[in-house]
């Protein structure tokens, strides 16, 4: 049998983003968010079945939106043909963004060999801190505690640049106000976004972008997928569990999950041989978005590779009907 150590698992994973991709993007700016996840999640599930894997979701959608899909936890996902693989998906990694007819909402799936993703079921929220390869080698747990200002200065001399030359990643939320104050009184700029921390992730960990580092709280299911592709890039992600209700605390504490521990982003994703794609649904800072035309489309591709370190930029066209 063909093992994934042999082929680039990501150029068969990439059809399922591209899928998801042009279905999502006819929802773009209608405000349907059922709809829009219904079209993309239909487009997820349809297309992984011809992938040649055995795949199983290790954190699933209904710890990112609160409600049963087809791609929950334990669900089998590819043909059942080829490698054993722990899978992540999220169909639209910015649905608000994208009804909203906002910038930046991608597809994005990871896979890595079974066994080695980080699935802590039952949280759905966790803290997090990523950056580029540059600064990855300074980054060390105690970041996650220290003070924003000191996190600021340690990338800033990294970079070769002065704090208000940073701009941070942040999600717009309510939890995170005293986060953004310390950030703009650090004198760091804040580019705050109402969704798609994955996207975030990504632009936090690879380099030259306009994204110098992301931080802040999200949800779980997105810090394992975005860890996929932070390590892949050769970045670096810090992560925690960070319960954000009662009832969410109790549920991890019976887990008996440790709310004190911080992983990095090769604790959560335990191997390199990680494949990760994404493709754009909306035009964004990460990936154009689709282009409809009369009878076809064209979609603009991330491909990753975390054992070679290959990175692939795919433009394609594709034939469509309605």
């Keep these: 049998m063909e093992t994934h ?5 990501g150029l068969e994973l990439v059809r399922v983003t591209e899928a998801s991709a042009l279905a999502a993007g006819r929802w773009m700016g209608l405000g349907s968010r059922e709809g829009a996840g219904r079209a ?6 349809r297309t992984l079945r011809t992938v ?10 209904e710890t990112r939106i609160g409600v049963h899909s087809p791609v929950d936890t334990n669900q089998p996902v590819g043909n059942g043909q080829g490698p054993e693989m722990d899978v992540v998906v999220d169909p639209i990694d910015g649905t608000t963004l994208l009804v909203q007819g906002r910038s930046g909402a991608i597809s994005v799936v990871g896979a890595a060999p079974r066994g080695s993703m980080w699935a802590p079921a039952p949280a ?3 803290e997090k801190i990523v950056v580029d390869r540059d600064v990855a080698p300074a980054l060390v747990p105690e970041c996650l505690d220290a003070p924003a200002a000191w996190t600021l200065a340690l990338v800033a001399r990294i970079k070769k640049k002065e704090v208000r030359d940073l701009v941070v990643f942040v999600l717009d939320r309510p939890r995170h106000r005293h986060l953004i104050e310390e950030i703009r009184a650090a004198g760091a700029r804040v580019a705050l976004r109402t969704d798609g921390d994955i996207a975030g992730a990504i632009l936090a960990a690879l380099p030259g972008t306009s994204i110098d580092l992301l931080l802040g709280i999200g949800g779980v299911a997105e810090g394992v997928t975005a860890a996929c592709a932070v390590r892949a890039l050769g970045g670096c992600m ?3 569990l960070a319960p954000q209700s009662p009832e969410e605390r109790a549920a991890v504490a019976a887990a008996g999950l440790d709310l004190d521990r911080i992983l990095t982003c090769k604790e959560i994703v335990r191997s390199d041989e990680i494949f990760f794609a994404a493709t754009g649904i909306a035009d964004g800072p990460l990936l154009d978005g689709v282009r409809y035309q009369s009878g076809r489309a064209s979609t603009h591709s991330l491909v990753l590779r975390g054992e070679t370190g290959t990175l692939r930029r795919i433009y394609a066209e594709h034939n469509i009907s309605d």
């Design 5 to 9: 150590l042999e082929r680039n698992l």
């Design 238 to 240: 810090l992560g925690r």
């Design 124 to 126: 759905a929220y966790m």
């Design 40 to 45: 993309a999640t239909e487009a997820v599930i």
């Design 52 to 61: 040649s894997m055995a795949g199983v979701i290790v954190v699933g959608e």
